[in-house]
Antibody, heavy 120, light 111 residues
């Protein structure tokens, strides 16, 4: 059974850097075809794709975040880490990590999400 | 980036009756492998999204067969043959063809 769970700070100040961890089990992040992504949802709004990390360590980012975002992995800890710099109130929302079994499959499953508020 | 447009944004439904959601993309979602990289997700209030359909028409494991995805090119549809109370929530389409992946605005299904 594949599970994912997000952790990290739930409140950050403007200009600070957000570091979120996705702890996963039930799969290997280096298995061919596998990827892990981060998606966020602003309050009452739609989903926004942020970043994707492939099994071969290829990284893909949403250009709208203008080089503020980084995705990385710690294989020994079964973690995928999202870093988002220079936080603003517009970054407030719930952040989800999610698994993809291959290039064709969808995001399945998702973690429960972690709410993050940006406020001074 | 590929823009995804869903309609309607709000869909009142009646249990036992069919329902349909449209998703249009600004570019074709046809991959060179012959598949359309279009996914449907369902989100209940307070919960994380769950995959319903991938590659345009393939149901994810555990998804009831009253749900079906169809379409090609830039026009896609998610249909519920007979709505049940547990189907209430928000449905999103997402294109998986290009970076950045992009979602539709969501369609709120309510009884």
């Amino acid at each position: 059974q594949i599970t994912l769970k997000e952790s990290g700070p739930t409140v950050v100040k403007p200009t600070q850097t957000l570091i979120l961890t996705c702890d996963f089990s039930g799969f290997s992040v280096i298995s061919s075809g596998v990827s892990v992504g981060w998606i966020r949802q602003s309050p009452g709004k739609a989903l926004e794709w942020l970043a994707l990390l492939y099994w071969d360590n290829d990284e893909r980012y949403n250009p709208s975040l203008k080089n503020r975002v980084t995705i990385a992995r710690d294989i020994s800890k079964s973690q995928v880490i999202l870093t988002l710099t220079n936080m603003t109130p517009a970054d407030t929302g719930t952040y989800f990590c999610a698994h993809r079994r291959d290039l064709e499959w969808g995001f399945d499953p998702w973690g429960p999400g972690i709410p993050v508020t940006v406020s001074s | 980036e590929i823009v995804m447009t869903q309609s309607p944004l709000s869909l009142p439904v009646t249990p036992g009756e069919p329902a349909s959601i449209s998703c249009k993309s600004s570019q074709s979602l046809l991959h060179s492998d012959g598949d359309h990289y279009l996914e449907w997700y369902f989100q209940r209030p307070g919960q994380s999204p769950q995959l319903m359909v991938y590659l345009g028409s393939r149901r994810a494991p555990g998804v009831p067969d009253r749900f079906s995805g169809s379409g090609s090119g830039t026009d896609f549809t998610l249909k519920i043959s007979r709505v049940e109370a547990e189907d209430v929530g928000i449905y999103y389409c997402m294109q998986g063809l290009q970076t950045p992946r992009t979602f539709g605005q969501g369609t709120k299904v309510e009884i």
